[in-house]
């Protein structure tokens, strides 16, 4: 838990903002988001995007390692592509980023190092880093995972106050389940 602390009291607020204002670019000039990753990052992404869209800024998933056999013709020049690796280095990830920037694409670059190949190609690099996992080995991504859905988290919350997204709004998104019957019901 101190790791995940510090992690949130040290987050870059100001590359936080870069990454917003080049989301926001973006789609004002219709273009579009994805999100990728590669192992546990690749949840991350589907998770994100799913975020993304239901608070106002329609994101797709993308699956890193699909996008160099095919999928990366969804994505266009002047779409952005949220990229995540903990290590930044993943060779599956770094074939899909050459692809997509060849492609025209921007990269917001989530990296846990900021020296990584990854971060160095992104347009925007967020940091997520951490020192400890949360175990004795500490290898398994646990504390990392969680920075990553927190920055992210945090860059999803600042697009949806840029768009002032209201619960109106919202539930048009989230009609369904016990999140839109609350707003419905003003719960």
């Not at 080049?22 to 990052?41: D, F, M, Q, S, Y």
């Not at 106002?56 to 969804?74: C, D, I, K, R, W």
């Not at 899909?96 to 694409?105: D, H, I, M, R, Y």
């Not at 190092?113 to 347009?123: C, E, I, P, V």
Request: proline content about 3%.
């Amino acid at each position: 838990m101190q790791e995940l602390q510090s992690f949130t009291q040290n987050m870059d607020m100001a590359a936080l903002e870069q990454a917003k204002a080049l989301i926001l670019e973006a789609e004002t000039a219709h273009h579009r988001v994805h999100v990728t990753g590669v192992g546990k990052p690749g949840h991350v992404a589907g998770y994100i995007a799913s975020l993304l869209s239901s608070t106002g800024t329609p994101a797709y998933e993308l699956h890193a390692t699909e996008a160099v056999h095919g999928s990366s013709g969804q994505v266009l020049a002047g779409d952005v592509v949220i990229a995540i690796s903990n290590s930044g280095e993943t060779s599956e990830l770094k074939a899909t980023v050459e692809t997509l920037k060849s492609n025209g694409a921007k990269i917001i670059a989530v990296s846990g190092n900021t020296r990584s190949w990854l971060a160095k190609q992104g347009d925007v690099a967020l940091f997520a880093g951490v020192k400890q996992e949360g175990d004795a080995m500490n290898k398994p991504p646990r504390a990392s995972i969680l920075a990553e859905i927190l920055l992210l988290q945090s860059l999803s919350i600042l697009l949806q106050n840029a768009k002032d997204l209201n619960p109106q709004q919202y539930v048009k998104w989230h009609p369904g389940g016990a999140l839109g019957a609350s707003i419905k019901g003003g719960k």
